[in-house]
């Protein structure tokens, strides 16, 4: 089966953000970088679920910024935190839900040795910016694909950098798989 008959397609994404988190570990993101086509299997992913989620961006309502978030599932939210990351998300949930969930850390393919550690570098590396934000993800430019033999152990924890989240930030939304050998390098 060629890559492109296992791509996600939009009916995929339409479901909840915790659900979705973590049906996408294991799978793989591709891009073309530079001329050379990269993969790499998604092993980290966090959920945000909605405007009643304090550590979403949608609960603070509609707005240019978070637009995208309230569309159809399936698309890139990408944006841009502390003056130097962009950070990318797909858009989950049903339109007008506003859920979705941040790409937190990957593993490299085909001898591509790019460090994915972390949302801000898996950006990077994908070349990833604030131009691709509402890409659609089942098109040929950046897309995800199923690989149907791997099967992802999944351990949840607490998600990163939500301190302010109230009741929000000790739900446990971040989702890693456990054994993928670059698990051991992600912050528990």
């Not at 603070?60 to 159809?72: I, Q, S």
Request: net charge positive.
């Amino acid at each position: 089966m060629s890559l492109f008959a296992r791509k996600l397609q939009q009916e995929f994404y339409a479901k909840p953000a915790e659900d979705l988190a973590v049906a996408l570990l294991g799978k793989i993101l591709v891009r073309p970088v530079r001329g050379i086509l990269r993969r790499a299997r998604i092993v980290e992913t966090e959920a945000y679920c909605g405007v009643k989620d304090l550590a979403s961006h949608s609960s603070k309502g509609r707005t240019a910024r978070t637009e995208v978030m309230f569309g159809p599932a399936g698309r890139a939210y990408v944006y841009f935190i502390y003056g130097i990351h962009e950070m990318f998300n797909i858009v989950g949930g049903t339109v007008g839900d506003a859920q979705a969930v941040l790409m937190r850390g990957a593993e490299g393919l085909d001898g591509w040795e790019a460090d994915l550690t972390g949302p801000g570098k898996l950006a990077k590396a994908f070349g990833i910016t604030r131009k691709d934000n509402g890409m659609d993800l089942s098109g040929d430019d950046l897309f995800i694909v199923d690989d149907p033999e791997y099967r992802p152990r999944i351990v949840r924890t607490k998600r990163i950098g939500v301190d302010y989240a109230k009741r929000w930030k000790d739900r446990l939304l971040r989702f890693l798989d456990v054994s993928n050998p670059i698990a051991a390098r992600l912050k528990r």
